[in-house]
């Protein structure tokens, strides 16, 4: 059975731990409960490349992150996860003001496309935040008001629910080659 590429597009404002995230599930599944020392990948050694077996078939999971290629509107992925830094409000706003209206006037298959909402660097959610803390639930109901398949939140340093959102990912993924597509059904979830 041949390999199904998959290409993965990585969306948000810089700092927002894109690169930490994808450094980390490089590693392999040993490094995603937050033991293994992150190495940080390159920008020019993108796409960032990761086979997995997953539903008896093989994926190649082609992942690409918005500081690379030079033109990543060019590209056609088949799921983009759109990433805002929980511990950063503006990388939230900018998310709802500029990223999702950037995936709509990119790719014309945006009806269709996919869209994963990942709050990263949960380890730095701060109570002390002077614009508020970002709980779980206000992502959530941010990702339900832009109209994304699903939400998920993880911190790559420590691995605090890395895995999860990355199975996920893996699965979406996988779905988007199926004749159903990787949309959800009915709207955003929670995980």
Same mark, same amino acid.
């Given at each position: 059975?041949?390999?199904?590429?998959?290409?993965?597009?990585?969306?948000?404002?810089?700092?927002?731990?894109?690169?930490?995230?994808?450094?980390?599930?490089?590693?392999?599944?040993?490094?995603?409960?937050?033991?293994?020392?992150?190495?940080?990948?390159?920008?020019?050694?993108?796409?960032?490349?990761?086979?997995?077996?997953?539903?008896?078939?093989?994926? %190649?999971?082609?992942? @690409?992150?918005?500081?690379?290629?030079?033109?990543?509107? !060019? #590209?056609?992925?088949?799921?983009?996860? /759109? =990433?805002?830094?929980?511990?950063?409000?503006?990388?939230?706003?900018?998310?709802?003001?500029?990223?999702?209206?950037?995936?709509?006037?990119?790719?014309?298959?945006?009806?269709?496309?996919?869209?994963?909402?990942?709050?990263?660097?949960?380890?730095?959610?701060?109570?002390?935040?002077?614009?508020?803390?970002?709980?779980?639930?206000?992502?959530?109901?941010?990702?339900?008001?832009? %109209?994304?398949?699903? @939400?998920?939140?993880?911190?790559?340093?420590?691995?605090? !629910? #890395?895995?999860?959102?990355?199975?996920? /990912? =893996?699965?979406?993924?996988?779905?988007?080659?199926?004749?159903?597509?990787?949309?959800?059904?009915?709207?955003?979830?929670?995980?």
């Amino acid at each position: 059975m041949d390999d199904v590429t998959i290409k993965i597009l990585l969306l948000g404002d810089e700092k927002v731990g894109k690169t930490t995230f994808l450094s980390r599930i490089s590693r392999g599944s040993g490094s995603l409960e937050g033991h293994v020392p992150i190495t940080l990948l390159r920008d020019m050694d993108q796409p960032f490349i990761f086979e997995i077996r997953n539903r008896k078939r093989m994926y %190649r999971l082609e992942f @690409y992150d918005t500081s690379c290629p030079e033109d990543w509107r !060019l #590209l056609e992925p088949n799921l983009v996860l /759109i =990433c805002f830094d929980l511990g950063q409000r503006l990388s939230l706003i900018n998310m709802q003001r500029v990223w999702i209206n950037q995936v709509h006037s990119n790719f014309r298959t945006s009806d269709h496309l996919p869209i994963i909402v990942v709050g990263l660097k949960r380890d730095l959610r701060s109570e002390d935040d002077p614009n508020g803390i970002i709980y779980p639930q206000e992502g959530y109901k941010i990702s339900q008001e832009m %109209r994304v398949d699903k @939400y998920v939140e993880c911190s790559a340093v420590t691995g605090e !629910l #890395l895995k999860l959102a990355f199975e996920e /990912i =893996c699965n979406t993924a996988a779905q988007t080659v199926t004749a159903d597509g990787g949309q959800s059904e009915g709207g955003c979830v929670i995980l």
